[in-house]
Nanobody
Framework: QVHLVESGGGLVQPGGSLRLSCTGSGRTFRNLDMGWFRQSPGKEREFVAT????????SYAESVKGRFTISRDNAKSTASLQMNSLVPGDTAVYYCAASGGRYWPKIRTDEYDYWGQGTQVSVSS
């Protein structure tokens, strides 16, 4: 079992930045694929970014490529999402997710075994 806790959400103006963090516990963090997803009201949860267990490989949704950066610190059991140049369309609840290995990248929600509770990101002037 893996327990994930997100932090760092909030309200930011368009063009601003936020950094989300996800802390994991309960299982060897360095063996897990980590991902970030988001969900807006009335929409399905969508893939944002994922990082391999070692941190050597990353993959992003086209909508965030060049603006968001996913990273991890296995020594601290944390994964982060640095979000720059935010736009109103980025407004959503952001979730971190974890999955055991076997293959990478994973971009579907059903490929992940563990989920955090979510953190709200609102981009508005």
């Amino acid at each position: 079992q893996v327990h994930l806790v997100e932090s760092g959400g909030g309200l930011v103006q368009p063009g601003g930045s936020l950094r989300l963090s996800c802390t994991g516990s309960g299982r060897t963090f360095r063996n897990l694929d980590m991902g970030w997803f988001r969900q807006s009201p009335g929409k399905e949860r969508e893939f944002v970014a994922t990082i391999s267990p070692s941190g050597s490989s990353t993959s992003y949704a086209e909508s965030v490529k060049g603006r968001f950066t996913i990273s991890r610190d296995n020594a601290k059991s944390t994964a982060s999402l640095q979000m720059n140049s935010l736009v109103p369309g980025d407004t959503a609840v952001y979730y971190c997710a974890a999955s055991g290995g076997r293959y990478w990248p994973k971009i579907r929600t059903d490929e992940y075994d563990y989920w955090g509770q979510g953190t709200q990101v609102s981009v508005s002037s």
